[in-house]
Antibody
Framework: QLQLQESGPGLVRPSETLSLTCTVSGGSISSGDYFWGWVRQPPGKGLEWIGSIYYSGSSYINPSLKSRVTISIDTSKNQFSLKLSSVTAADTAVYYC???????????????WGRGTLVTVSS | EIVLTQSPGTLSLSPGERATLSCRASLGLSSTYLAWYQQKPGQAPRLLIYSASSRATGIPDRFSGSGSGTDFTLTISRLEPEDFAVYYCQQYGSSPLTFGGGTKVEIK
């Protein structure tokens, strides 16, 4: 059974870099059938798409975050990672790692979510 | 960027009633690249519907989706106690992917 597990510090200082890793179990991240991505949700608010990556390393980042976000993938460890630089209190959120599956038309929808991890930005 | 507007913000209904949730896109989606998710407190969202009307694996048939272009609807035919939650729509046909602001379905 597929599992996505986020890991990383729960507290990050302002202006520093937030780093999270998603470990995939029950499936191979090297499968060409899926994209892997990140979504965040500030406490009590809605969902925001951060970006996604293919097993080849090809990635797409939300333009609103592009200058601060890096998404990478390590197929040998079956993991992918998120780095968000120069964080502020506005980056406090639950961060979810997700899988995107392909529908028949070739477009990818999010079909599976990790449980999420709360990251608080505070001094 | 495509903006998705969900209405109403909150829907107060009783178990057994029918729920109709709306999601309107600021620009017409190139096809039916729209998904619906259910989120309960303290949990990750769960996929209900993709491609506007296709139910995800294991989703009861009381959940149905419809629509195309700019107007989409999620219908829950008869609310069960476990259906009271927040529902989000998401478009995935245009980058960046975007989510609606959510509709909370609460017990009346």
């Amino acid at each position: 059974q597929l599992q996505l597990q986020e890991s990383g510090p729960g507290l990050v200082r302002p202006s520093e870099t937030l780093s999270l890793t998603c470990t995939v179990s029950g499936g191979s991240i090297s499968s060409g059938d899926y994209f892997w991505g990140w979504v965040r949700q500030p406490p009590g608010k809605g969902l925001e798409w951060i970006g996604s990556i293919y097993y080849s390393g090809s990635s797409y980042i939300n333009p609103s975050l592009k200058s601060r976000v890096t998404i990478s993938i390590d197929t040998s460890k079956n993991q992918f990672s998120l780095k968000l630089s120069s964080v502020t209190a506005a980056d406090t959120a639950v961060y979810y790692c997700v899988r995107r599956d392909r529908e028949s038309s070739g477009y990818y929808y999010v079909d599976f979510w990790g449980r999420g991890t709360l990251v608080t930005v505070s001094s | 960027e495509i903006v998705l507007t969900q209405s109403p913000g909150t829907l107060s209904l009783s178990p057994g009633e029918r729920a109709t949730l709306s999601c309107r896109a600021s620009l017409g989606l190139s096809s039916t690249y729209l998904a619906w998710y259910q989120q309960k407190p303290g949990q990750a969202p769960r996929l209900l519907i993709y491609s506007a009307s296709s139910r995800a694996t294991g989703i009861p048939d009381r959940f149905s989706g419809s629509g195309s272009g700019t107007d989409f609807t999620l219908t829950i035919s008869r609310l069960e106690p476990e259906d009271f939650a927040v529902y989000y729509c998401q478009q995935y046909g245009s980058s960046p992917l975007t989510f609606g602001g959510g509709t909370k379905v609460e017990i009346k």
